[in-house]
């Protein structure tokens, strides 16, 4: 086994001590003898060389144990820097935990996770249910600002999920070709109000058709609205109507759209406030 670094540097020290006492007593031993044989003048310069000689010893002696545990060891010699290294991480004077990792503590520990809340399932109200020409049509309000369209005919159903905003617009667009009835559409009207689905390309339509008769010469022509539904390829089928049935449609798209906004609107949100009727002068009989 190897002595420790400590043990030999005191143990070198201790040598050098008795080595430079026994010098001395050697020394007085020869100035002694000196002084009865020659006189004091020698005595002096025995004593004198004595000194210096054990002044050197002294003075190697403290050297050489320092050099030696110098070279023995490479670390730093800084006390400060070595008590910070042999001090754990953290805070100042953090007992190391009982896991044995330096560093950890409970005050750095991630905090616990909490669990995550399931989104709100989107609320959906019925609308209207409505017998068109030879199909049925189902319209419902959702949040999300959304309006859901059913249509189905005798062999095929379709759906379509549109914004209220869109809805609105197409409403609009719809009641001003049927106000118009059999009479010819200004440029700027559109002649085809068309509600795309954006994620799907499903979509519903409205045409007019004018039937004018040959006879009799007096007859008024009939007019007629076609609700088209297709799909991404183009492929649908048409539902008639009357003018009164797609009054009735319009008149059920535009509640669904004021619903949808209604279900979309913050809890503490109110309704803006319709503004007051006048009310018409009746003339004087």
């Known amino acids: 086994m190897t002595p420790a670094r400590g043990s030999v540097g005191r143990l070198r020290g201790l040598a050098w001590r008795l080595t430079c006492r026994l010098t001395c007593r050697l020394t007085c031993r020869?100035?002694?003898?000196?002084?009865?044989?020659?006189g004091r003048g020698a005595a002096c310069r025995v004593a004198f060389g004595a000194m210096i000689g054990v002044t050197v010893c002294m003075a190697v002696g403290v050297a050489v144990p320092t050099a030696a545990a110098a070279q023995a060891s490479p670390r730093t010699t800084d006390p400060g820097a070595d008590h910070a290294a042999r001090r754990p991480a953290g805070r100042p004077g953090a007992a190391v935990p009982p896991t044995g990792r330096r560093g950890a503590s409970a005050d750095t520990a991630p905090p616990p996770t909490q669990p995550a809340t399931a989104p709100a399932r989107p609320i959906i109200e019925p609308v209207a249910d409505l017998v068109v020409g030879d199909g049925v049509m189902v319209i419902k309000a959702g949040t999300g600002k959304l309006v859901y369209i059913g249509i189905g005919s005798a062999t095929t159903t379709s759906t379509?999920?549109?914004?209220?905003?869109?809805?609105?617009e197409f409403v609009a667009e719809t009641q001003t070709i049927v106000r118009l009835g059999t009479r010819r559409l200004p440029t700027q009207v559109l002649d085809r109000p068309v509600l795309e689905e954006g994620t799907t390309g499903r979509a519903l339509s409205v045409t007019?058709?004018?039937?004018?008769p040959q006879r009799p010469r007096g007859a008024r022509p009939s007019v007629e609205y076609h609700f088209f539904v297709s799909d991404e390829h183009l492929r649908g089928f048409t539902i008639p109507a009357t003018p009164v049935e797609t009054k009735a449609v319009l008149l059920a798209l535009h509640r669904a759209a004021r619903r949808a906004n209604a279900l979309s609107a913050p809890p503490d949100s109110t309704p803006p406030a319709r503004p007051a009727r006048r009310a018409r002068a009746r003339p004087a009989h």
């Open 30 to 38: 020869l100035a002694r003898r000196a002084a009865r044989r020659s």
């Open 208 to 212: 007019r058709h004018i039937e004018r």
């Open 160 to 168: 379509v999920t549109v914004p209220a905003s869109a809805v609105d």
